[in-house]
Structures are given as structure tokens and as C-alpha cells.
């Protein structure tokens, strides 16, 4: 394996190990021990349902849907954990283990999924010894017609909601299209790449996202609203790269050997967008328990994954019908509209509603003149 990707991987590892270990009592969230054993609970749930490809796991968020009271800021802290063991680390464990078992055991290529399998079944007995069943309130049991009439009402009375929801659509599709895209814009004629250990820096770059999320919303002077804008800018600039490598590097026409200048480049720029997936989906559940009302959430959400999976499904079916930067542009495109949205989000989330205004009025009214 070339140089480059240990490289890559090291300095990576070095970073995520230098911010964990030079946390500080600012970069933590105080929390009470009923809370750390509720979370170390979903923490261990979460990540043996990661399966070895690195996927969100099978309930990763029912648990925390009406999350039993606790200060909503804890949630980020959750959610950032998750990503940071579940989506990362456990994820580049996992990879490394199926190699081990399909290359060095010589088990099979089957064998990571009976593997995959013991780990889901302690994952089951986990949740069954551990967990209580959340009925919800019966009073609000309603028919799936009237659940997403509702959350149409309320995405329709509530500019910020519909903000949120378009952001989250446009990344998502942008990131799952990224899935299909990595492997051919590294190896556009046959190069020989390690596409397990690639994989296992993408899920290195994640963390290391994660790592920075939980740092900056430990940070009561910065707000979630404001840094997003940083993240999808980056983002966009990141899956551009494939679209300037074309102008500026000549394309090498030599079929198979190793990866390509253009294709390190491309892969540098792939990082730091996996940064900014590790970055988003933290801080994303934070706006949504700041924004979305709890009880229709879920429904919300799922009506925003009603045109996201349209999209994904037409990009995948007519994927060999663009050139390749033209999906990379669409990606681009994409991220720098959800740019402009986060920018509008914090616009409108900093206004104070027309009830604080004639509070603020009737308390200047009511001071006294110091003459």
C-alpha cells in the first residue's frame, strides 16, 4: 500500500487523538450520573448495531425521541458520542475485523455478516434486559394521513421547521450521492486503491468532525446556527475539488497502477467533507430539538426523506448518464444552497417575536428617567 494512505490516516489519527486527550473543562458538558448511565446505556446499543459498513444503526434515535426529561444539550453531547464511537471508531474496528476474517482466517466473504449478526443479537439481548417499551400518550394516537397533514400545517406556519428540513434534505442528498461518487473519482481508469482503508479514513474523518462538534457546542458563546454556515461552505468547496482537478491536473491515461496526483488531491478534499458529515450530525439534532416540536418530529423529518429518497433513487438509477462532475457540481450546488438556508435559519431564529418586543417596550416604558 502507497505511502500516501498511511500518511493521510496518521495525521488524521494524530488530530482526533490531540483533541480528545486536550479537552478541557470548557470543552465538556457537565451532566448528572443518572444521565451518563442513561447514556453509556444507548452509547453501547448504537454501536453493536453498526454493521461493518459503517451505517446508522438499526434504533439509533427511538430512545432519545422524548429523552426522558434531560436537558435538551445533553442531547448534542449524545449525539456527538454516537458518531464519534458508533460511526467512527466502531466502524473502523468493524472493517478491519471483516478483512481479518475473510483474508487472514480465510472464513469467507460471508463471515463478516454471521460476525455482524452475534454482535446485532447482543445488541437485542441488551435492549430487552435494559430498555422499557414507549408507548407515548394513547390520546395522541393518530393515522399516518393525519400525522403528515400535520406536520404539512406545521411546516407551513413555521418558517425555521421548513428551513431545517430543506438543510438536513440537501445534505443528506448531497451525502449519500458522495457514497456512490468516491470510488470512481479516485480511480477513473482502474488505479489500484485500498478501498477498505480509504473507507476506514473517511470514518477517521468523521470523528474527527464529531471531536469538533462536541467542542463547539460545549461553547455557550457559539452558536450551532452560525458555525453550520462554516461547515457547508467547506463542504461544497470540498466536493468541488474533483471539477478543478479536471481544469488544472492532466488526466493521465495509463490504465491500473496506483492512485493518481489528482486522486490524492481528491482524497485530501473527500476528508475534510467526511469532517464535515461528522461535524453535521451532531449539531444538526441540536437545531432540530431547538426547533421542531417533539411531539411531531419524527413525522416532520419523514416528510423531508419523502423527496430525499425520490432524489436518491433517480441520481442511483441514472448515475452512468453524467459525467461525473457534473454530480460532483450538483453535489456543490446543493451544499452552498443549504449554506444560504443556515444563513436565513440564524436571520430569523435571532428576531425576537413580536410578544418579546412589547415586553422590551412595556419594561423601557416603565424605568424611570435618571436625569
Same mark, same amino acid.
Given at each position: 500500500m502507497e505511502v500516501f494512505y498511511y500518511m493521510v490516516f496518521g495525521v488524521l489519527a494524530a488530530v482526533v487523538a490531540a483533541l480528545e486527550l486536550s479537552k478541557s473543562n470548557k470543552d465538556r458538558i457537565n451532566t448528572s450520573s443518572a444521565f451518563n448511565s442513561f447514556k453509556n446505556n444507548y452509547l453501547i446499543v448504537y454501536s453493536l448495531m453498526m454493521d461493518r459498513e459503517g451505517s446508522r444503526a438499526i434504533a439509533p434515535f427511538l430512545l432519545?425521541?422524548?429523552?426522558?426529561?434531560?436537558?435538551?444539550? &445533553? =442531547? $448534542?453531547?449524545?449525539? $456527538?458520542?454516537?458518531?464519534?464511537?458508533?460511526? %467512527?471508531?466502531?466502524?473502523?474496528?468493524?472493517? =478491519?475485523?471483516?478483512? +481479518? =476474517? +475473510?483474508?487472514? *482466517? $480465510?472464513?469467507?466473504?460471508?463471515?463478516?455478516?454471521?460476525?455482524?449478526?452475534?454482535?446485532?443479537?447482543?445488541?437485542?439481548?441488551?435492549?430487552?434486559?435494559? &430498555?422499557?417499551?414507549? @408507548? %407515548?400518550?394513547? $390520546?395522541?394516537?393518530?393515522?399516518? *394521513?393525519?400525522?403528515?397533514? %400535520?406536520?404539512? +400545517?406545521?411546516?407551513?406556519?413555521?418558517?425555521? !421547521?421548513?428551513? *431545517?428540513?430543506? !438543510?438536513?434534505?440537501? @445534505?443528506? %442528498?448531497?451525502?449519500?450521492?458522495? +457514497? @456512490?461518487? &468516491?470510488t470512481p473519482a479516485l480511480s477513473p481508469n482502474d488505479e489500484e486503491i485500498p478501498h477498505g482503508f480509504i473507507f476506514a479514513t473517511f470514518m477517521l474523518s468523521s470523528m474527527l468532525g464529531s471531536s469538533l462538534a462536541s467542542r463547539l457546542m460545549a461553547r455557550a458563546s457559539l452558536r450551532v446556527e452560525g458555525y453550520m454556515q462554516i461547515v457547508f461552505a467547506v463542504s461544497a468547496a470540498s466536493l468541488i475539488l474533483p471539477i478543478l482537478t479536471t481544469f488544472v491536473v492532466s488526466p493521465t491515461k495509463e490504465k491500473g497502477g496506483g492512485i493518481s496526483f489528482s486522486g490524492s488531491i481528491q482524497l485530501l478534499g473527500f476528508c475534510t467533507f467526511e469532517s464535515c458529515v461528522g461535524i453535521f450530525w451532531p449539531s444538526i439534532m441540536k437545531m432540530r430539538s431547538q426547533y421542531i416540536p417533539e411531539e411531531a418530529r419524527s413525522t416532520i423529518m419523514n416528510f423531508f426523506r419523502i423527496p430525499l429518497n425520490i432524489f436518491v433513487c433517480v441520481v442511483l438509477y441514472n448515475v452512468d448518464a453524467f459525467p461525473i462532475t457534473v454530480m460532483f457540481g450538483m453535489c456543490s450546488i446543493f451544499l452552498m444552497v443549504a449554506c444560504i438556508l443556515q444563513r436565513r435559519l440564524m436571520v430569523i431564529a435571532e428576531k425576537p417575536k413580536a410578544g418579546e418586543w412589547q415586553m422590551k417596550e412595556r419594561d423601557t416604558e416603565s424605568e424611570p428617567l435618571n436625569i
Open positions: 432519545l425521541d422524548l429523552y426522558r426529561g434531560f436537558d435538551q444539550q &445533553w =442531547l $448534542s453531547l449524545t449525539f $456527538s458520542k454516537a458518531i464519534f464511537l458508533g460511526n %467512527g471508531l466502531v466502524a473502523i474496528v468493524s472493517g =478491519l475485523f471483516g478483512n +481479518v =476474517l +475473510v483474508d487472514t *482466517l $480465510s472464513l469467507g466473504p460471508v463471515a463478516p455478516f454471521d460476525a455482524a449478526s452475534c454482535f446485532l443479537a447482543i445488541g437485542m439481548a441488551i435492549i430487552l434486559s435494559t &430498555w422499557t417499551e414507549n @408507548f %407515548g400518550d394513547p $390520546s395522541e394516537n393518530k393515522d399516518l *394521513l393525519t400525522q403528515f397533514r %400535520g406536520a404539512a +400545517v406545521a411546516i407551513a406556519s413555521d418558517e425555521k !421547521i421548513a428551513l *431545517l428540513g430543506a !438543510i438536513q434534505s440537501l @445534505f443528506e %442528498g448531497s451525502m449519500y450521492t458522495f +457514497v @456512490f461518487l &468516491w
